[in-house]
């Protein structure tokens, strides 16, 4: 199962703006993508109250991951969102 840890970017973490652009990029994805702070259950990465409710601040590493024909390339391309600055 390809995994990929990032550093979230935003300076308001995954909530409000940038939780609904990652939600809408995951939920396009073709396989399920979760995503999990160290020591917290995943979450599938698809819904914006997932996201919210993972409480990742701007700073804090969240692990990224998919299982699944195309799993790699959808891991890869939400861990890259979450590590830009959605904030604009």
């Known amino acids: 199962m390809p995994e990929r840890r990032v550093t979230v970017a935003s300076k308001v973490g995954l909530h409000a703006r940038p939780a609904a652009l990652v939600a809408k990029a995951a939920a396009s994805q073709p396989v399920a993508v979760s995503i999990a702070k ?51």
Not at 43 to 64: C, F
Not at 72 to 79: F, K, L, R, S, T
């Open 38 to 88: 160290d020591g917290r259950d995943p979450v599938a990465a698809g819904s914006v109250l997932n996201l919210m409710t993972l409480a990742a601040g701007h700073g804090d590493e969240v692990i990224i991951t998919a299982e699944g024909e195309g799993a790699q390339a959808a891991v890869d391309a939400i861990a890259d969102l979450v590590a830009s600055d959605l904030d604009g």
